[in-house]
């Protein structure tokens, strides 16, 4: 089994908004990706946890907080999004930090 | 730094027609490349992988052969359908900063018509 479970499937919010995105998989895989992926480009590397501890932030804006409360668990954080932010919100975990990456669904991000 | 190139597409091919989307890599060491599809709505799903040289991925009909001398990894299918309609991303792992890390190349779009 490779699932990894992205809840919501579609998020609309306002600017002022506070809102946050889930994800959770449970294959026992300690690495943990955010992707954000805008329409017709590759996905972009946001951030990235290995064993629950922050490995990489890709110069990501202050305004998206990750979160990976334990090992099965990756939440995405926002407030005050920009229109510009909307997008496809994609995770993905693998096994350890050099294993083949499997990706959620994705959540659709639409901020007003 | 490492990179991916593919054909840009999109592919317009009919039913049972033979697929090649073309996929070179720029990169310094061994990585591991792999081709990831998207279809419409939906999140990338891992289509096949190979780990070294000569390797042979394959999964669904589809096969790609990892090679070094050309720095090439084109994906081929003999006889496509209608379902497989989807992008299709050619990736590889760059090991940087103690981390690695997924490039990808721009997508290719296919279209399968009946």
């Given at each position: 089994?490779?699932?990894?479970t992205q809840?919501p499937?579609?998020?609309v919010m306002?600017m002022t908004n506070?809102?946050?995105?889930?994800?959770?998989q449970?294959?026992?895989h300690?690495?943990?990706?955010?992707y954000?992926?805008?329409?017709?480009?590759?996905?972009?590397?946001?951030f990235?946890y290995?064993?629950e501890?922050?490995?990489?932030?890709?110069?990501?804006?202050s305004?998206?907080s990750p979160?990976?409360?334990?090992?099965?668990?990756?939440?995405?954080h926002l407030?005050?999004?920009?229109?510009e932010?909307?997008?496809?919100?994609?995770?993905?975990s693998?096994e350890s930090?050099?294993?083949?990456?499997?990706f959620g669904?994705g959540?659709r991000?639409?901020v007003? | 730094?490492?990179?991916?190139?593919?054909m840009?597409g999109?592919?317009t091919?009919?039913?049972?027609?033979f697929?090649?989307?073309?996929c070179t890599?720029?990169?310094?060491g061994?990585?591991s490349l792999f081709?990831?599809v998207?279809?419409p709505?939906?999140g990338?799903?891992?289509?096949?992988?190979?780990?070294?040289?000569d390797d042979k991925?394959?999964n669904?009909?589809?096969?790609?052969?990892y090679?070094?001398?050309?720095?090439?990894f084109h994906l081929?299918k003999?006889?496509?359908q209608?379902?497989?309609s989807a992008?299709?991303f050619?990736?590889?792992?760059d090991?940087?900063g103690?981390?690695?890390?997924?490039v990808?190349g721009k997508?290719t779009k296919l279209?399968?018509?009946?």
């Amino acid at each position: 089994d490779t699932e990894v479970t992205q809840t919501p499937k579609h998020l609309v919010m306002g600017m002022t908004n506070k809102k946050s995105l889930k994800c959770e998989q449970h294959m026992g895989h300690r690495a943990m990706y955010w992707y954000k992926q805008k329409a017709k480009k590759p996905p972009e590397l946001m951030f990235v946890y290995s064993y629950e501890k922050l490995s990489i932030n890709e110069s990501v804006p202050s305004r998206f907080s990750p979160e990976c409360p334990n090992s099965s668990l990756l939440n995405l954080h926002l407030h005050a999004l920009q229109p510009e932010d909307s997008a496809l919100y994609l995770c993905a975990s693998s096994e350890s930090i050099a294993g083949t990456q499997y990706f959620g669904p994705g959540t659709r991000l639409t901020v007003l | 730094g490492n990179s991916v190139t593919q054909m840009e597409g999109p592919v317009t091919l009919s039913e049972e027609a033979f697929l090649t989307i073309n996929c070179t890599y720029t990169a310094t060491g061994y990585p591991s490349l792999f081709w990831y599809v998207q279809y419409p709505g939906e999140g990338l799903q891992l289509l096949l992988k190979a780990t070294k040289a000569d390797d042979k991925g394959s999964n669904k009909g589809f096969e790609a052969t990892y090679r070094k001398e050309t720095t090439s990894f084109h994906l081929e299918k003999g006889s496509v359908q209608v379902s497989d309609s989807a992008v299709y991303f050619c990736a590889l792992s760059d090991f940087q900063g103690g981390s690695e890390k997924l490039v990808f190349g721009k997508g290719t779009k296919l279209t399968v018509n009946p």
